[in-house]
């Protein structure tokens, strides 16, 4: 879901703990390209973790400075509750999910894309706030996840540049107009994953040749 949040701007570096942390320390100087990444994006019942549910999950991989849309991976999830009011933002509705994967198998599929990946979300502290407690919950899985967040970047970068920030100035599609970037429908788990990915290789070159993950992990 990539509605604009406040609290939930970024996922920062220093929350990234303990071994996964030392085994990608060793990377932070290497050029996104040669990097592993994977786009992603949820769409959500709600902005609460506590109550809220995915409701579909989409995610391309990223390799060296491409994405392989023949990777590309989106799965309807079946919710314990009805979508509510949220369908009107993502357009899926009750009768839609009652075939869909539960949960549980939903992330089993997703997993092995996660491996050895670093995230590109937009607004990731949402997206992961989801991610890390159902992979929890339903796989037992709490390795941390490291994150890209291109709403971040695009903060930051305006930040610098001296702008004052409206509400709607770090929506995904506001972004990547800034870019020139096509316009896409929004609210789509994989066509908004498609669209976050494509900022991010429009950011990175604007940052440079080949920018490394430390200069895009926004602290």
């Not at 590309?72 to 009750?94: C, E, K, N």
């Not at 994967?101 to 502290?125: D, F, I």
């Not at 989801?130 to 709490?142: S, T, V, Y």
Request: aromatic share 6%; hydrophobic share 40%; proline share 5%.
């Amino acid at each position: 879901m990539t509605l604009f949040h406040p609290r939930l701007l970024r996922w920062r570096w220093r929350n990234w703990r303990g071994g996964h942390r030392s085994s990608l320390a060793s990377s932070l100087g290497r050029g996104y390209r040669q990097l592993p990444l994977l786009a992603l994006d949820l769409e959500l019942t709600g902005l609460d973790p506590a109550k809220d549910e995915i409701v579909s999950i989409g995610a391309i991989p990223i390799e060296q400075g491409r994405l392989r849309c023949q990777q590309a991976f989106y799965q309807l999830v079946r919710t314990r509750q009805s979508v509510g009011q949220s369908a009107t933002i993502h357009g899926i509705v009750d009768h839609q999910l009652e075939r869909a994967s539960g949960l549980h198998q939903g992330l089993a599929s997703l997993w092995p894309l996660l491996q050895g990946r670093v995230l590109v979300c937009h607004n990731a502290g949402l997206d992961l706030a989801f991610l890390r407690r159902d992979l929890a919950r339903e796989l037992g899985q709490r390795e941390p996840l490291l994150a890209v967040d291109t709403l971040a970047l695009e903060q930051r970068r305006l930040q610098r540049q001296g702008q004052t920030l409206q509400r709607d100035d770090l929506t995904l599609a506001a972004c990547r107009r800034r870019y020139g970037l096509p316009e896409y429908p929004g609210h789509n788990a994989l066509v908004d994953a498609l669209a976050c990915g494509e900022l991010l290789l429009a950011q990175a070159s604007a940052l440079g040749q080949n920018p490394g993950l430390a200069e895009l992990i926004v602290p």
